[in-house]
């Protein structure tokens, strides 16, 4: 008999009464005794689940919070499903490869005792994610494409990764590409900024575990527009132009939940140039 200490059919009911019936939550279905026949299809099935289980619990946390980031809390058994889905397409392109290929991606595949081959489950998994929008991280020393990036990226920890709080320009926790310089001014938090120089590309990133990136910056007329991009799709577009200079000014993300993010901000083109910015503090909450 079920036990319960509400009433059966509430959302606390589960159980059985006798060989009739199962009672789970509100529903209830006929009582069934489990049939086990054991045949080669099943047990292939069975191999090819434990294989492609023991391939993503192969990840390590860099790879599983992005995961959890695009599925939520039921990312493993999300993306198992993602794999069977599209292991069709996944098999047409695995046979597109050259041998070397297949062979460079099997002795390289992060867990070899399969049923199946080791780097055709790798594969899949891989090209399941990709066409499912999971958020690869883009590092500059890493490209999801390339065999040795992807181990990189596969097996990961969460080293480099910034903690919440509050860095003057940027500079301990940002990963900058282009042209910037420090310019030191009293009204400015710290009593510096980091500027922008010149008309090239010039961009700050950072890896972050939280919720939301603020910015912290000076505006003047000298000053142009940034592009924000947030886990690698366009966050917004804000204007650091003022006619008066204003320090002090925040520009800030959306709040997601919290977890494994990245945070880009670039110079907008506009006229042929790359618009000057700065950067006087950045605040990860």
């Known amino acids: 008999m079920p036990k319960v200490t509400m009433p059966l059919g509430s959302m606390e009911a589960y159980g059985a009464v006798g060989d009739m019936m199962i009672f789970q939550g509100t529903s209830a279905r006929a009582y069934v005794k489990p049939y086990d026949p054991r045949t080669g299809a099943q047990l292939d099935q069975r191999a090819f689940f434990r294989d492609v289980s023991k391939m993503i619990k192969a990840g390590n946390l860099f790879m599983r ?13 999300e993306l198992y499903k993602l794999t069977v889905e599209n292991w069709v397409g996944s098999v047409e392109e695995w046979n597109t490869l050259t041998g070397a290929e297949r062979t460079e991606l099997g002795e390289k595949a992060p867990y070899q005792q399969t049923d199946s081959d080791a780097g055709m489950i790798w594969y899949a998994i891989h090209r399941a994610m990709r066409f499912s929008s999971v958020p690869f991280i883009e590092l500059p020393d890493v490209d999801p494409l390339v065999v040795d990036d992807w181990l990189t990226w596969w097996f990961r920890n969460l080293d480099g990764v910034v903690e919440q709080g509050s860095y003057e320009n940027g500079v301990e926790v940002m990963d900058f590409t282009g042209n910037w310089s420090v310019v030191n001014h009293a009204r ?3 009593g510096s900024y980091l500027q922008k120089n010149g008309t090239l590309l010039a961009q700050g990133r950072v890896l972050f575990w939280g919720r ?4 912290v910056y000076r505006s003047a007329n000298t000053e142009g527009s ?3 991009f947030y886990d690698s799709s366009i966050a917004d577009t804000f204007s650091m ?10 520009y800030e993300t959306e709040i997601k939940p919290e977890g ?6 670039a110079p907008r083109f506009v006229g042929g140039s790359w618009s000057p910015i700065n950067i006087d503090r950045v605040e990860i909450l």
Not at 212 to 215: H, T
Not at 260 to 265: A, E, N
Request: net charge neutral; charged share 15%.
């Open 65 to 77: 919070y992005q995961c959890y980031d695009r599925y939520g809390p039921r990312w493993f058994p």
């Open 226 to 228: 940034a592009d924000c």
């Open 260 to 265: 494994l993010h990245v945070f880009t901000i």
């Open 212 to 215: 939301q990136v603020r910015i």
């Open 241 to 250: 132009y003022s006619a008066a200079e204003v320090f002090g000014n925040v």
């Open 188 to 190: 400015a938090s710290g």
